[in-house]
């Protein structure tokens, strides 16, 4: 495995700490670049204040955000993403304002864009022509910024009825949101979900190799660190190295307790 940038997601990794803890304690465990979730569960407009101290958490601690959800609902409630719900649409747009001023400040240009689940009473096509309309407008305000939208399938059975399930699912819409206008799109590789789903993620790596904007990893089953599951990371490095992603890799990985230097020693030091 040659040497590679990293990233810490501060939304599952750190967690035993408040928001404003989170960037300081990644900086102290090595890490110069984090991710977040929405940091705001349920809130698409939170406080100017709150957004501004988030900002300067980062700051202070001396980490670079390299990677933001756009706003998902009320993930700890079950809620994966809004976007395609027709009666949240201004609620998500609201939203982008927020992202933007964020990105504006901190300089993360890469985006995940959560689908959202399939409601009841709206029709299948309906939610994914407002989530085709959604993303554009997402799209359009970060490409201002030179951002790019991710999109992500989850694990089945783990996040209620999200219709992204599999590689050929997001790039599906990865191609509709292209054709719809927006150029900068791309799919999240996650491998934790690509394989609860049945998906070889070395395969899905050769296979979508130029659509690929950003690498998560987390073992499966289980969700824990490298080594605690089936994955063979050693060859997915391998293969991501081959088909020349050169971007960062987050750890985006449930901790077995509180985070300590437990959950990063699988990385030998290769921190940045």
């Known amino acids: 495995m040659t040497d590679r940038a990293w990233a810490v997601n501060c939304s599952i990794l750190f967690t035993e700490l408040p928001l404003l803890e989170r960037p300081a304690a990644a900086r102290a465990a090595g890490f110069g670049a984090v991710e977040f979730w929405w940091p705001w569960p ?63 400040r901190t300089g993360v240009r890469s985006f995940n864009a959560l689908y959202g689940q399939r409601r009841d009473g709206v029709a299948a096509s309906e939610q994914d022509r407002v989530a085709t309309e959604n993303l554009v407008f997402a799209a359009d305000a970060v490409g201002a910024l030179d951002g790019t939208v991710l999109i992500e399938p989850l694990a089945r059975g783990l996040n209620g009825a999200y219709p992204l399930e599999t590689a050929a699912d997001a790039t599906a819409v990865v191609r509709r949101v292209r054709a719809a206008g927006a150029a900068n799109v791309k799919f999240l590789f996650d491998a934790f979900h ?38 063979d990371f050693a060859a997915l490095f391998g293969v991501l190295d081959a088909i020349g992603y050169d971007g960062r890799i987050a750890l985006e990985y449930k901790p077995d307790g509180p985070t300590t230097e437990r959950e990063f020693a699988w990385m030998e030091g290769r921190r940045a």
């Open 42 to 104: 349920g809130e698409p407009v939170p406080p100017a204040a709150d957004v501004d101290a988030f900002c300067a958490a980062l700051e202070a601690a001396r980490v670079r955000l390299i990677g933001l959800n756009f706003y998902a609902g009320d993930m700890p409630a079950g809620e994966r993403g809004v976007l395609s719900d027709p009666a949240r649409t201004a609620a998500f747009r609201e939203s982008v304002a927020v992202l933007v001023r964020i990105a504006g």
């Open 194 to 231: 690509l394989t609860v789903n049945g998906e070889d993620p070395a395969q899905v790596a050769r296979a979508h190799a130029a659509d690929i904007g950003h690498v998560q990893i987390a073992d499966a089953p289980g969700r824990g660190r490298p080594g605690t599951g089936e994955i």
